[in-house]
């Protein structure tokens, strides 16, 4: 069995509360309703008021919406967000490329001298060799903290014997610094530009 209303308009009220004000409108192809409470709605469509709409869902499940606050977990394979702040810890366990980074992200390297086993001290003896490679396509700077270098004086009785210490720094194979020191003190510190590539 069916009913059909043949009408331009329908609409239904509840007398019962002296409310004349219609809980749902038909008219042409829509109807319009105050408030709704649905246990299930399967509906291709979902679009907001507005224009254009805060939000909408299509068929292929696009969701867009102006504005969302999300408490529970975001699981997203790609996209793009713009102007965002990561209140807390990040975890980034692939690889990660910037143009531009602000703030403090350093890479320390340091490496200990090899011990000469013939001396009683055990002094360092040898050559170590710090290497930095960039082919970034973006500028980085290279800060080298103060480095204090020194030889050593061994005094004997009829003369001293002195062990030297060198530091050479250089930039694309080009000296900026090369000094050697006895028994004094010599410290160096510098900053490095490292142009894109």
């Keep these: 069995s069916q009913v059909l209303l043949a009408a331009d308009r329908i609409a239904m009220i509840n007398p019962a509360n002296g409310n004349t004000k219609p809980m749902f409108v038909g008219q042409g ?19 907001s008021g507005g224009n254009p709409p805060a939000f909408s ?20 394979n ?11 810890n990040c ?3 692939g690889k990660l ?18 011990r000469d086993s ?14 930095v490679y960039d082919d970034q396509p973006f500028d980085r700077q290279i800060v ?16 001293n014997i002195y062990s030297s210490c060198r530091l ?8 900026i610094y090369n000094r050697t020191t006895l028994d004094n003190t010599l410290i160096y510190t510098g900053v490095i530009d490292m142009p894109a590539g």
């Design 144 to 159: 080298i903290p103060a480095v204090a270098f020194r030889g050593a004086k061994h005094e004997r009785k009829n003369n």
């Design 91 to 93: 975890r980034a366990l």
């Design 78 to 88: 790609s996209g793009t967000l713009n102007n965002v702040t990561i209140n807390k």
């Design 29 to 47: 192809d829509q109807i319009f309703m105050n408030d709704v409470f649905l246990k299930r709605l399967t509906a291709p469509t979902i679009t």
């Design 118 to 131: 013939r001396a009683p001290e055990r002094w360092p003896s040898g050559t170590i060799t710090v290497r």
């Design 57 to 76: 869902l299509t068929p292929g499940g696009r969701l867009t919406a102006k504005n969302a606050d999300i408490s529970g977990n975001v699981n997203a």
């Design 168 to 175: 050479i720094v250089k930039k694309n194979g080009a000296e």
């Design 97 to 114: 490329s910037a143009n531009q980074i602000e703030g403090d992200l350093v890479k320390t390297v340091g490496k200990p001298f090899s």
